[in-house]
């Protein structure tokens, strides 16, 4: 792992300090015409396409769908009693220690007024009493103690079988230590190393191995052993969750291409990219060609993994860009199924709702009670619209019949739900997360890449520091922009992080 560059700012206190980057002889915007193509009009693009923008570079932002958003897009769909609703790729917590994509944010809502407090966030089991990750104290080690203080999960007695010895990687974390050394073991196999119970080890570490998307048999080790550090252990807000109070598009994505477009950032929606020539020049699908200086590919991993491997002249220019990329792939499948019920759940159900040990079902998501269209719709209709997401769902399997699955579970541990009636629903399979497999960690892209002018950025791409999800994304398209704004000597964006190590790594 690269050190930090030097605008990265560690976050102290119960928030991000706030730092502006070192100016010296550096200009404010750049000085002569620089064009910057970005591929991708998700979170990580965006964040590139805005940082670079507000410099004064010329950017043209390509996204091969109709919108803007990536997985976080959200579009219309008429439902069977002719009523028009958002859906989207599935709910997405906004952590508190997001602090650069809630930076980018700040750009069209300086308060994030849009975010709402979610609430609890507990995590159920048929088996075993709810466990909740909300309201710890924010301050590491003592949101630590006060989990295994209040957790029936953590009873002391339990946890007299855990090997210490095993678990120490965890308050150690390490960005050169953790990787070598764990990157070669599966998350799966650091868990059984740990002996913790089994309630334990299902109510609090599988939960969280499993939000990421990966089969923990197959992620690896010191991949999760980061996002333990990023989430919990090293950072002063906790696992607090907040929400936009509307879709995805009217929350963010018209605001956000507002603001792009008064930057005179050129953005064009419904376009692929076949591949790059050197110069660089984007190869347009079906035809058309954009040229530019530097070149940001911020797609998902199969998208970015085509992209290169059909541009023959990488190949011999940037072998090991083109070998690192040929290795990236996505993980399982995940499954969003959106119902419209008749009737309501239970009034003391939470918005958000994490779920321990069902063979499908992995989280509940209650957007009548999160956004303020659904909202509107259960009060007019007296019903309710719930959301269920399989993570990492088992392959072959169609999406209406994974639906079926997550909602007889959820019968299961909500028994109200078996007699609320389907208005409609919407069933749908997504493919393109990224898999961050053992023994990646060292064949996966950095930001900067061996082929000059050209930067990859995305929530599968590896960072100097530690990051996760959609602050990956967002911290990928910042870097990458600010890896640019260097080369023309003009002054980078400061980028925010928790401390790099965990309370118990050595030093030096």
């Not at 609890?120 to 301050?139: A, D």
């Not at 603001?259 to 790059?276: E, F, K």
């Not at 599968?460 to 990928?476: C, K």
């Amino acid at each position: 792992m690269k050190s930090r560059p030097s605008w990265v700012r560690w976050a102290t206190g119960n928030s991000p300090r706030r730092f502006t980057p070192p100016r010296g002889d550096l200009h404010a915007t750049v000085t002569s015409g620089v064009r910057v193509v970005v591929v991708g009009g998700g979170i990580a693009g965006v964040s590139a396409a805005l940082a670079l923008a507000e410099r004064g570079v010329a950017v043209t932002l390509l996204e091969r769908e109709r919108r803007l958003g990536g997985r976080l897009a959200a579009w219309p769909r008429r439902i069977a009693d002719g009523s028009t609703h958002m859906v989207d790729h599935g709910f997405h917590g906004f952590f508190r220690q997001y602090y650069n994509w809630r930076n980018v944010l700040r750009r069209i809502d300086p308060q994030l007024a849009f975010l709402r407090p979610l609430g609890g966030y507990p995590i159920v089991s048929r088996r075993w009493p709810e466990e909740n990750f909300s309201g710890l104290p924010g301050i590491p080690p003592i949101n630590l103690l006060a989990l295994v203080a209040r957790s029936p999960s953590l009873r002391l007695r339990e946890l007299r079988g855990v090997d210490g010895a095993a678990a120490l990687p965890l308050l150690s974390y390490s960005s050169e230590a953790t990787y070598r050394t764990y990157d070669s073991m599966s998350a799966g196999e650091f868990l059984d190393a740990l002996g913790m119970p089994d309630r334990a080890r299902a109510m609090l570490f599988d939960v969280f191995a499993h939000s990421f998307f990966n089969h923990e048999n197959e992620m690896s080790a010191a991949e999760m052993i980061m996002q333990f550090h990023f989430y919990f252990l090293r950072n002063p807000e906790g696992l607090d969750l907040d929400a936009p109070d509307e879709d995805y598009e009217t929350a963010i994505w018209s605001p956000l291409a507002e603001r792009l477009r008064a930057l005179d950032v050129d953005i064009r929606t419904g376009t692929a990219v076949d591949r790059l020539e050197p110069g660089w020049t984007a190869v347009l699908t079906g035809g058309g060609r954009v040229s530019a200086e530097h070149v940001v590919l911020a797609t998902d991993p199969a998208a970015a993994r085509a992209i290169v491997l059909a541009s023959s002249n990488l190949a011999e220019s940037a072998p090991t860009l083109t070998s690192q990329v040929s290795t990236v792939r996505t993980t399982a499948p995940y499954c969003v199924s959106r119902f419209w019920l008749k009737g309501d759940v239970a009034a003391r159900r939470t918005s958000f709702t994490g779920v321990s040990r069902e063979a499908t079902l992995d989280s509940v998501s209650l957007y009548h009670r999160i956004e303020r269209e659904p909202a509107r719709w259960a009060r007019a209709t007296g019903g309710s619209v719930l959301e269920l997401h399989a993570y990492a769902a088992p392959t072959g399997i169609d999406a209406v019949t994974l639906g079926d699955r997550m909602r007889a579970e959820l019968a299961v541990l909500w028994p109200e739900t078996a007699a609320l009636s389907i208005v409609d629903r919407d069933d749908r399979l997504g493919y393109d997360a990224p898999a961050f497999d053992v023994d990646s960690a060292n064949t996966r892209p950095g930001v900067v890449t061996d082929a000059a002018g050209l930067f990859v950025a995305g929530d599968w791409v590896r960072l100097p520091i530690p990051s996760a999800l959609m602050e990956r994304a967002a911290t990928s398209g910042l870097l990458a922009a600010n890896a640019i704004l260097e080369r023309h000597a003009v002054n980078p964006h400061a980028v925010f992080s928790v401390p790099p190590r965990g309370l118990l790594a050595r030093r030096g």
